[in-house]
């Protein structure tokens, strides 16, 4: 489940994506991101959630973001990766901008998927200060390991969801 129901009342909400396209993530690992991202839209379009906006992120050195709170049904299905170096914290900065936008009656929901390579040195903290921030607004964080991630990159991620309160 991507949102706890006990938390609040199935509604409209703003998925933001956080999309690792570094180099660690080329090849199979990219794609089975690629086709994680499609389901979950294929997924909530299913569900009939058509006022579900996205907003997407990719990042290697530098975060890009591909898409501001588009309607889910109208939201690019896959994207282009640099495939560079890997740097965290400068991607959930992009994502804060994205999520401080999010419109009154939406609930933030991010999506971080990687394989917890990182090579910035403050992921844990940045996410935490993003949940202090959007707590009050019910932001609910998931982070999702591909690939290689089963070991220390998977540790990673799973502390950064930890410190947001997520899964």
Partial sequence: ?????????????HFVFCLDGSGSMSGQPWQDLTAAYQQLLHRRNSD????DL???????DSP????????????????SATF?????APALTQCDALIAGTPAGYTPILI????????????????QQLY??????????????F???????????QSMATAAGGK
Avoid: E
């Fill in 132 to 145: 202090t921030k959007y707590r009050g607004r019910n932001l609910q964080v998931h982070t999702i390991a």
């Fill in 147 to 157: 690939a290689s991630s089963w070991g220390s990159g998977a540790t990673l991620l």
């Fill in 48 to 51: 009939q959630c058509l006022g």
């Fill in 112 to 127: 971080f998927m990687s394989d917890g390579c990182d090579g910035s040195s403050n992921a844990i903290g940045t996410m």
């Fill in 1 to 13: 489940p991507l949102f706890d129901g006990t938390k609040q009342p199935a509604h409209a909400f």
């Fill in 64 to 79: 890009t973001v591909q898409i501001t709170r588009q309607p889910i049904a109208t939201v690019a299905k896959s994207f």
């Fill in 84 to 88: 560079g170096g890997t740097y965290f």
């Fill in 54 to 60: 996205v907003s997407v992120v990719t990042f290697s």
